[in-house]
């Protein structure tokens, strides 16, 4: 089983992961978020880090999954906090002109190598919801993060999986408080066992 959970920042998908991977004994892989060196000049500087920020999320997030994709090694059920295609989703949003062409000929060339998921678990919310979220955890380098460019990526998320071609559930993360309340943890662990089982036997 491979299965991955996605969505804007702030969302919950490391929360959701972590629970997923108890439940079903799966190995957690997270992305690499702080130890890209040239994220928090990106927050800064937009326009002059987005390349390089871009480029150290593709190669990282490839080297990460290609590791999970060797014989042995995703033989057993693996849980992710994100999809390999969300690079792409924030590639196409920070990158402009030569730079963008560079990272699509980049990125056509990694993507075809890596496994897709059993399942995309889409987590949604609204901008304002994210927002509360990404205080609540306190990352330094969030902290300047703006509604306009949430509800940009969020819009973009939405354009994504609208004709995301593989098993999908999206879920209304905004009205669910699946880390605090054990009733919403329940139900929403139950929705994506149903989706999971849905999509093996439509296989």
Do not use: C, W
């Amino acid at each position: 089983m491979y299965l991955v959970v996605e969505g804007p920042i702030g969302v919950g998908k490391t929360s959701l992961a972590s629970r997923l991977s108890a439940r079903y004994g799966a190995e957690l892989n997270l992305e690499v978020v702080e130890e890209n060196p040239f994220l928090a000049r990106f927050y800064e500087h937009p326009e002059t880090y987005a390349f390089q920020v871009q480029v150290f999320f593709l190669l990282s997030r490839f080297k990460q999954l290609s590791e999970l994709a060797q014989p042995g090694l995703f033989s057993g059920n693996v849980v992710s906090d994100y999809l390999f295609d969300k690079d792409f989703i924030f590639a196409a949003m920070n990158l402009k002109d030569a730079e963008f062409s560079l990272y699509e000929d980049l990125y056509a060339h990694l993507s075809p190598r890596l496994p897709t998921p059993d399942l995309v678990v889409y987590l949604r919310a609204d901008p304002d919801e994210l927002l509360r979220r990404i205080a609540r955890r306190g990352r330094p380098f969030e902290r300047d993060m703006q509604a306009e460019y949430l509800s940009e990526l969020t819009a973009r998320y939405d354009e994504y999986f609208r004709t995301y071609p593989h098993p999908l559930l999206t879920v209304q993360a905004g009205s669910l408080d699946f880390v605090g309340n054990p009733e919403d943890e329940q139900t929403l662990l139950g929705r994506v066992h149903e989706a999971l089982t849905a999509g093996r036997a439509a296989d």
